[in-house]
């Protein structure tokens, strides 16, 4: 059975601490985890949660890249479990855009990101996984691993002034 948990906070240690690498997929509390992660990131409706997020100190996270409120254009994809991620980037091309995180609510920046890399990582199954992602999902995918490595979004803003309130960013939004 899963349970939707309560989303980490900005200030809450486990979100600047290196999660653990995952041994055992499937063992019990690994697999508590991973049902948690998928029923609080549907219940958050966000496009992304990692396992720190959820207090749990683990280098897991899902990419559920969907259109929604906080994100209309975002591309449709299935929730994307990933265990022991990592990546690399396919160009040094980096572009900013705007992020927001669930951890951080009523607030936006913008981040520069690379804008194609290549994934490895883990699914549910226990498969190893090689994956090229592009634009918005790369994005989504560079902000959910920096959680793992006890980063968040505002660590990657080059200037204070490329953070704005989630009031102004829906502003902003609707003239686009």
Known sequence: MSEVRIIAQLGAEVLR???HEVQDINAPEMQE???DLFASLASANGVGLAAPQISASWRMMIIASRPSERYPYAPEMEPTLMI???FESLSDV???DWEGCLSIPGIRAKVPRFTQIKVNYINALGDAV???LVG???RVFQHEYDHLDGLVYLDRVESNKDIISESEFLKLMAVD
Do not use: T
Request: hydrophobic share 45%; charged share 30%; aromatic share 6%.
């Open 17 to 19: 601490l290196r999660a």
């Open 33 to 35: 985890v991973i049902n």
């Open 84 to 86: 022991n991620p990592s």
């Open 94 to 96: 980096r572009e900013k």
């Open 130 to 132: 090689i994956q090229d």
């Open 136 to 138: 918005f999902v790369a």
